[in-house]
């Protein structure tokens, strides 16, 4: 079975700081990543996926995330972090011939004037 | 292109009512997914289908059933409603060729939501 963790409930940093949401998965075989963004009253927004290549890989809006198989480990970080980035943030992962994502259970960002 | 659209939008029902919740996709995907969310659970996958004429059960499919329509449609029907499953339900779709592909960018593109609540 495949299953992604995010072990935060929110992330509270403020305007022009660094920001990371961690996501670590489980996975038979290679995994494929992918991280989500969602606002309010909307539906997700595609950010970003690993499939294969540069651990590090760059998204929409200034993020990236960093793919670590030891660690088993996908987090999104920006670099400089806006209040509209205040969001609900969803890592997801698959696995090699399922086309069935399986999400984690978000992650609230909260960016602080 | 309007992509997902889900109808509708806002329901609340009462608990033994029926209803039925409609998506449709205008991007000739092949696969089409239901997925309800509740806070602290993310998204949970209800049914999906993976091509026109087949559905499967997800991770959370009782009290629901759904149909396919034709390629474009695949619609939810709650029977007899419940309070627990009041939540925000998501339609998506995909081409399965595209999700891995480093050629496309989202694997899914999703609806804007029904919020349903269930008295």
Redesign the interface.
């Known amino acids: 079975a495949q299953s992604v963790a995010?072990p935060e409930?929110q992330v509270n940093v403020a305007e022009g700081n660094p920001l990371t949401v961690k996501c670590t998965y489980s996975v038979s075989g290679n995994p494929?990543l992918?991280w989500y963004v969602q606002y309010p009253?909307?539906?997700?927004?595609?950010l970003l996926?690993y499939?294969?290549?540069d651990n590090l890989v760059k998204g929409s809006y200034g993020f990236e995330a960093e793919f670590n198989k030891s660690q088993t480990s996908f987090h999104l970080k920006k670099p400089s972090a806006l209040v509209s980035d205040s969001a609900l943030y969803?890592c997801a992962v698959?696995s090699?011939g399922n086309?069935?994502?399986a999400?984690?259970?978000?992650n609230q960002v909260v960016v602080i004037p | 292109n309007a992509g997902?659209t889900q109808t509708p939008k806002f329901q609340v029902l009462k608990t033994g009512q029926s209803m039925t919740l409609q998506c449709a996709q205008d991007m000739n995907h092949n696969?089409m997914?239901w997925?309800r969310q509740d806070p602290?659970?993310?998204?949970?996958?209800i049914y999906?289908s993976?091509s026109e004429g087949t559905t499967d059960k997800?991770e959370v499919p009782n009290g629901y059933n759904v149909s396919r329509l034709n390629k474009r449609e695949f619609s939810l029907r709650l029977e007899s409603a419940a309070p627990s499953q009041t939540s925000v339900y998501?339609c998506?779709s995909?081409d399965?060729g595209q999700?891995?592909?480093?050629s496309y960018?989202?694997?899914?593109h999703?609806?804007?939501?029904t919020r349903l609540t269930v008295t």
């Open positions: 995010q409930d494929y992918f009253n909307r539906g997700l927004q595609f996926k499939i294969t290549g969803f698959l090699y086309n069935r994502l999400f984690g259970k978000g | 997902v696969s997914y997925y602290g659970m993310g998204l949970r996958l999906y993976a997800g998501f998506a995909s399965p999700i891995t592909d480093s960018n989202s694997p899914l999703f609806g804007n939501g």
